[in-house]
């Protein structure tokens, strides 16, 4: 399959509103996929890529590049160069990851350049594209939805659904189930302003501590242990820890939902960054481990002794896994029963408060009733943490695409250096109404100072309020560090940009 195919696939998804014309477009797309392209497509389409990490920063994928005239490039031969970038490393590795993406470039389109410097960037977003690619995937074949999700539910990964249904049809479905040993993907949480409004939507619910760590599950079968991350990458190698804490559990065989932290001397958790470093680094793990010592902390479980708990209600997962797994290694909990009782009210919003003074983010409500919904952001389950913000300048706009096409939506932002100047700290288009996007739009441009690729440079005037969730270091970035999750609350244009927030206050927050 062609990468403009792709391509012009995502421009038409991300520009209708239409949910029956998504997942029409994806299922053409789908039909014409070989079993072989459909992991990369799907990946491609929900704005990653398989190998995660490039090396490549935004400088380098700003470099204009002369585009080709007629589309050649085929998913497959993206993929092989992606993997080539990738793998580059030792002295000159930067120069040499720039002459094979811009080699990578020079054989695309002007549509796929565009495409796939997105794409790399982290800028390309769809929009709940898994579920429509489901039904598009469904339609496809000519599978039943309900089926398909199931299966990608169990089978980890929707582009493994996809490669076994374009090669053999509605019947590989059957291969799909829970067993131990093949990951699932993990239930997500929808978010919540409070304790109480959390509280009220879920009806009785259990409140447990959201810890800041790394997402894992554990599949144990005797002294075979095998751990993965939330993206379903195996990492067993990595954290010896988990692996003895494992064996040691009261069972020969089950599936754990976890996360894995790193306790400080007085108790409290490393920062995430931390922790992402130690599981991240593969080199001389005996010294990693001496150096920053890790602590699985498990909150589900979805299988035990053989038998799948998926479907079974949270109280009754949460009695088996303390069936199993000792105290110190399960999260924190109270439950609230009845949500008329003002007082077990009053005690889970005071559990949330102690959660943040143990230096946890916040707190995860889950109704007492609910299944497992593997790889889906369910309602049943509810996040709750404090939001930071901080003021910062618009350094520049990148022009949209699909339905945001002639307005200025992705913004640069900048903090306040001591010597007047501003760093850039990462971009955001989240948060952008229309009609906000149709006045930072002609406001932006009436303080344009030239464009090129795309983007539209600003003079340093325009401070605007963003929400986000923490900082974490990164080397695209010049003072090292990015906002997790940014997204803009309102414009202040009682500002001006002397009165924005610095860079050392945003350091502030990393430490």
């Given amino acids: 399959m062609l990468l403009a195919d792709v391509a012009r696939t995502s421009e038409r998804v991300a520009g209708t509103a239409s949910r029956t014309e998504k997942v029409a477009l994806l299922a053409g797309l789908f039909r014409t996929a070989g079993p072989g392209d459909a992991p990369i497509v799907i990946t491609y389409l929900a704005g990653r890529i398989p190998q995660r990490r490039t090396g490549l920063g935004w400088r380098s994928l700003a470099q204009p590049v002369p585009p080709a005239a007629e589309p050649s490039l085929s998913v497959r031969e993206v993929h092989r160069a992606l993997d080539g970038i990738a793998a580059v490393s030792g002295k000159g590795a930067q120069a040499g990851r720039v002459r094979r993406l811009q080699a990578l470039l020079g054989a695309a389109t002007a549509a796929e350049q565009r495409f796939l410097v997105r794409l790399l960037a982290g800028e390309l977003r769809q929009g709940a594209l898994d579920a ?32 076994a249904l374009l090669a053999r049809g509605g019947g590989a479905l059957e291969e799909f189930r829970l067993g131990v040993g093949r990951p699932v993907l993990p239930m997500l949480a929808r978010t919540a302003k409070d304790v109480d409004e959390a509280v009220d939507g879920l009806g009785p619910c259990a409140v447990e501590e959201k810890l800041d760590g790394i997402r894992v599950q554990v599949h144990v079968d005797g002294a075979d242990v095998r751990v993965f991350t939330r993206t379903l990458e195996e990492i067993t190698d990595r954290v010896p820890e988990l692996v003895e804490a494992a064996r040691g559990l009261g069972t020969a065989r089950a599936v754990l939902d976890g996360e894995v932290i790193a306790p400080g001397p007085d108790g409290r958790p490393r920062p995430f960054q931390e922790v992402a470093g130690r599981v991240g680094s593969r080199l001389d793990v005996e010294r990693a481990r001496a150096e920053l010592p890790l602590s699985p902390v498990f909150f589900d479980l979805l299988s035990v002794d053989g038998r799948d708990l998926l479907e079974r209600p949270v109280a009754e997962r949460h009695a088996e896994l303390a069936r199993v797994v000792p105290e110190p290694m399960r999260v924190r909990r109270t439950v609230v029963s009845d949500p008329g009782d003002a007082a077990a009210r009053a005690r889970a919003r005071d559990f949330a408060a102690l959660a943040l003074e143990r230096g946890h983010e916040g707190v995860v409500l889950k109704a007492l009733g609910s299944a497992y919904a593997a790889g889906r952001r369910g309602a049943s389950w509810v996040k709750v943490k404090p939001v930071h913000t901080l003021d910062l300048v618009v350094l520049a706009a990148e022009w949209g695409h699909g339905r945001r096409t002639g307005r200025l939506s992705n913004l640069h932002l900048g903090a306040r250096r001591a010597d007047g100047s501003f760093a850039m700290l990462g ?85």
């Fill in 132 to 163: 429509f690619a489901v039904e598009g995937l469904a339609a496809a074949v000519g599978a039943d939805p309900d089926g398909v999700r199931r299966a990608v539910m169990v089978g980890g990964s929707l582009g493994a659904v996809a490669e």
């Fill in 427 to 511: 971009k955001t288009f989240k948060g952008l109404t229309d009609t906000l996007l149709a006045w930072q739009t002609e406001r932006l441009l009436e303080l344009s100072t030239g464009g090129e690729g795309g983007t539209v440079a600003v003079r340093p005037e325009l401070v605007v309020e963003v929400a986000f969730d923490g900082v974490q270091r990164s080397p695209r970035y010049p003072e090292g560090v990015t906002l997790r999750f940014a997204r803009v609350v309102r414009y202040r244009e009682d500002k001006t940009a002397a009165e924005a927030d610095t860079v050392e206050t945003v350091l502030a927050f990393a430490r």
